[in-house]
Nanobody, 119 residues
Framework: QVQLVESGGGLVQAGGSLRLSCAVS????????MGWYRQAPGVQRELVAT???????SYADSVKGRFTISRDNAKNTVYLQMNSLKPEDTAVYYC?????????????WGQGTQVTVSA
């Protein structure tokens, strides 16, 4: 079984920082790509940041220069360092993992973690 456990969300004032983490556990697998998405009430889920194997990280224009995505392969964990947070960053943040097991490639989502930024 594959599980994605997210943590690190919370309430922070504008200009503050948070670090989200997403730990992947399960049987033998190969993580091809990891990323973060977010969804605010009444808004479609949007891409925040992704990092693929062998590629440079990519970011949404709205978070460039403020957010940093990173991977710890030894711990099968992806992080999202969020600095200079703004109220418009308020959303539920979801971890996404593309996983290859044997010959199958599947996409998995974390349970989501709430990030609230006050003005």
């Amino acid at each position: 079984q594959v599980q994605l456990v997210e943590s690190g969300g919370g309430l922070v004032q504008a200009g503050g920082s948070l670090r989200l983490s997403c730990a992947v556990s399960g049987s033998i697998f190969n993580i091809l790509a990891m990323g973060w998405y977010r969804q605010a009430p009444g808004v479609q889920r949007e891409l925040v940041a992704t990092v693929n194997s062998g590629d440079s990280p990519s970011y949404a224009d709205s978070v460039k220069g403020r957010f940093t995505i990173s991977r710890d392969n030894a711990k099968n964990t992806v992080y999202l360092q969020m600095n200079s947070l703004k109220p418009e960053d308020t959303a539920v943040y979801y971890c996404k993992v593309i996983l290859k097991r044997i010959t199958l490639i599947n996409t998995y989502w974390g349970q989501g973690t709430q990030v609230t930024v006050s003005a």
